[in-house]
């Protein structure tokens, strides 16, 4: 059975940091990338980074660069989301998906959900300003 579990969502003041944990299982992690979303409420689904198989790409939306960073322990089969100088804007709930990766795909499909085989339930971030 395929599962993506986050963990590590609360509530921060702004200007805090978070790190969000996506633990992995049923699947062969090598082969996936990992992206990370997030949805507000009453807005879309929006990417915010992802990491390829590989883990020697990394992708981040525009308004995270910077203060975000993604990365991967392949021997844990788990993917964290380090966020830093958090803003009241990015208050969400933040999923972890699995994409069966590609040379095909560049950052385009990496943040674009629809492209994603497996989702987790999700996180929640509460940034208060």
């Known amino acids: 059975e395929v599962q993506l579990v986050e963990s590590g969502g609360g509530l921060v003041q702004a200007g805090g940091s978070l790190r969000l944990s996506c633990a992995a299982s049923?699947?062969?992690?090598?082969?996936?990338?990992i992206g990370w979303f997030r949805q507000a409420p009453g807005k879309e689904r929006e990417g915010v980074s992802c990491?390829?198989?590989?883990?020697?790409?990394?992708y981040y939306a525009d308004s995270v660069k910077g203060r975000f960073t993604i990365s991967s322990d392949n021997a844990k089969n788990t993917v964290y989301l380090q966020m830093s100088s958090l803003k009241p804007e990015d208050t969400a709930v933040y999923y972890c998906?699995?994409?069966?990766?590609?040379?095909?795909?560049?950052?385009?499909?990496?943040?674009?959900?629809?492209?994603?085989?497996?989702w987790g339930q999700g996180t929640q971030v509460t940034v208060s300003s």
């Open positions: 990491i390829s198989s590989t883990a020697d790409s990394t």
């Open positions: 049923g699947f062969t992690f090598d082969d996936f990338a």
């Open positions: 998906a699995a994409l069966r990766d590609s040379t095909y795909y560049s950052g385009r499909h990496y943040l674009s959900p629809s492209w994603y085989d497996y």
